[in-house]
């Protein structure tokens, strides 16, 4: 089955042609287009949803057209011929559409929903709303080109953890659609908390990147890992639930960044190296509790701060001692932060068409 998959819930416009074949657990990608927004955010230090959405306008049918081409291989010519190629294709190759329909920013959302209402209803395929959250996880479903990834060791029981810029969100999943939130953030989103202090220390938008590179350059220098100057809480790492909370973090930054205003790259680096820490150490210890307590021995990581590889290793290295059997997954980078790959591949792997006129945009959609 091949499908066409859209995402528009936030400054990036993403159209994918995603194919699964043999009803393996595995998804291959055909094509998997994106236009961002995010140097007009970058000069804002963060998402204007207005500004969000004129762009998502601008970007969403020549983003689909260039996917399905690229789907078939097909060069880019005049922009009628793109236009009857693009047609061509859904026609008779696409069996299906997904979009995200939330959670997201409304105009966003509204934008990829609509077109792939339209796209539904005039080349009469069926529809799949997909929640983007979920999708963060299924992303771990599309076969990679880069890493050796264990498709088919993906066992179930298993647990999620979802880290992106908005959402912070433990699960356990008893099979591919039987699930149950375990916990999540109580403010802030660990990327958001990351892109906040990034602010704080102008550093670039998103700053997860930076973060992650000035803490391994503090590493280089100081590989005993001894901290001088700064030393943060790793926030509720004591407490018995699955919760989070990265609002403090950024309070107890802030009040660093106040008292030491001749800041060089060095402590900068420090920071960066201590607030990724504080931010790690817990993820890892309460998903490596939650996956021991659960017995699982699959851990799926997805979203936006599955990119930093120091949260990987460090999950691998926490599991290695407690669970021996451990399979820990997480997307090729470019499948982490917000693609339609991943929107193809969870209606890939969770087929579920709903009526065009049942899809509606929601803005705060969460877990079932
Ligand atoms: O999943 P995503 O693309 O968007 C949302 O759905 O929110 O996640 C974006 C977040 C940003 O907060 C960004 O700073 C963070 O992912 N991020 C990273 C890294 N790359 C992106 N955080 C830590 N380390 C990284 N390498
Ligand atoms: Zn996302």
Known sequence: MKILAIESSCDETAAAVVERKNNEPVVSVLSNVIATSLDIHATTGGIIPENAAREQVKYIIPVIIEALLKSENIEASSAEDNFKNAKNILAKKIDAIAVTYGPGLVGSLLIGVETAKTVSLTFNKPLVPVNHLLAHLFANFIQSTTISHKLSAISFPLIGLIVSGGHTDLLFFDSLTKYKWLGGTRDDAAGEALDKIGRLLNLSYPAGPEIENRANEFLKLNPNRQLLNAKFHSPMIGSKDFDFSF??????????????????????????????????????????????????????????????????????????????????????????????????????????????????STPDLYFD
Do not use: H
């Open 247 to 360: 609002s403090g973090l950024k309070a107890e930054v802030a009040r660093f960044v106040e008292k030491n205003n001749n800041m060089d790259e060095k402590i900068k680096n420090e920071i960066c190296f201590a607030v990724q820490k504080a931010i790690i150490d817990v993820l890892v210890k309460k998903t490596v509790r939650a996956a021991k307590m659960y017995n699982c021995e699959t851990i799926l990581v997805g979203g936006g701060v599955s990119a930093n590889q120091t949260l990987l290793e460090e999950l691998k290295l926490t599991t290695k001692s407690q669970i021996p059997n451990a399979n820990i997954l997480s997307p090729e980078k470019r499948f982490s932060t917000d693609n339609a790959a991943m929107i193809g591949a969870y209606a890939l792997m969770d087929y579920s068409p709903r009526d065009w006129q049942k899809v509606t």
